[in-house]
């Protein structure tokens, strides 16, 4: 199937900086664009708040069924057709409890549309805690780096998960369970820890502020006052548990944002995260850790 086009501090993970340090020289020897010959991992045209927000990103996408049997329930893969870019960065996506994959499907198409190779899922029971959910989305991105039929064109070092309610609160674990990993972006999360300093993978927290289910004073505010690493709170302003389970242009723009900044290295998104947007209709808090590291 094609699908129409629709952030303590670290510093630039992997070998960023020394295949940086050799594009930028490649770069002013042939002239080419000095943003992406400093970053070779730099995908797509230069962001705006019209692209972050519309309903899809630059790359078309396509789609494919994936089967159960790798450590989770089956899902989707969504991936940029492109192949002219180099590879991609990787995301898993686990729904909450009693959620299948249908809750947060939108984000597997329109994070691919920006450049990225997702895989939605459905879990192993619709009644796993958080922890299994945690294990499930780990074992989702060992599957798609090593198995799926999209494995070259994903990079195995630079990889990120993200979750609804106990699919967020799962994003929190696979993230302290694999420090290697890039980004997370817990959507609502719902989790009985409620300390997180051992976990420092840059984490943008979305939370609802009328969410009566994963209470965001219970789980979204004090997962993010206790993140040990880069971090970022964003708070929908008048909106229940279940904003995040369809498309919204804020949770689309700000969930991009965070993981281009972070899988990608792509500092072309700062200037959407720091300084941090004001409250207005849609936002009714942010917090960050401005500047980015």
């Not at 989770?72 to 991609?88: L, N």
């Not at 450049?115 to 780990?138: E, H, K, M, Y």
């Not at 502020?209 to 880069?230: C, K, M, R, W």
């Amino acid at each position: 199937m094609t699908v129409a086009p629709r952030t303590g501090r670290r510093s630039l993970r992997g070998p960023l900086g020394l295949l940086a340090a050799a594009a930028l020289t490649a770069g002013a020897l042939v002239g080419v664009d000095a943003s992406a010959a400093e970053n070779p991992y730099q995908r797509g045209p230069e962001p705006t708040v019209q692209s972050l927000e519309a309903a899809a990103g630059p790359f078309t996408v396509e789609s494919a069924p994936v089967q159960a049997g790798a450590g989770f329930a089956g899902g989707t893969v969504y991936y940029p057709a492109d192949t002219g870019e180099g590879t991609f960065g990787g995301l898993a996506v686990s729904p909450g409890f009693l959620e299948v994959q249908a809750a947060i499907s939108w984000l597997g198409p329109r994070l691919a549309s920006h450049g990225f190779v997702v895989v939605t899922i459905d879990t192993l029971s619709p009644f796993d805690q958080p922890a299994a959910r945690a294990d499930q989305l780990l074992a989702t991105l060992d599957w798609l780096t090593t198995a799926s039929p999209v494995k070259d064109r994903v990079d195995a070092n630079r990889l990120g998960v993200l979750g609804h309610s106990m699919g967020g609160g799962a994003s929190l674990a696979a993230a302290k369970k694999r420090p290697s990993l890039l980004a997370t972006v817990p959507l609502a999360p719902w989790n009985t820890v409620k300390d997180w300093a051992a976990e420092s993978v840059p984490s943008l927290i979305v939370g609802a502020e009328n969410d009566t289910i994963a209470g965001v004073t219970q789980h979204a505010e004090p997962f993010y006052e206790s993140l040990g690493g880069e971090k970022a709170y964003l708070e929908l302003r008048d909106a229940d548990h279940f904003v995040v389970t369809t498309a919204t242009p804020t949770v689309g723009k700000f969930t991009v944002a965070w993981l281009k900044r972070w899988i990608d290295s792509d500092t072309r998104y700062d200037r959407f995260l720091c300084p941090a947007p004001a409250p207005d209709a849609v936002i009714s808090e942010f917090r960050e850790t401005c500047p980015l590291g």
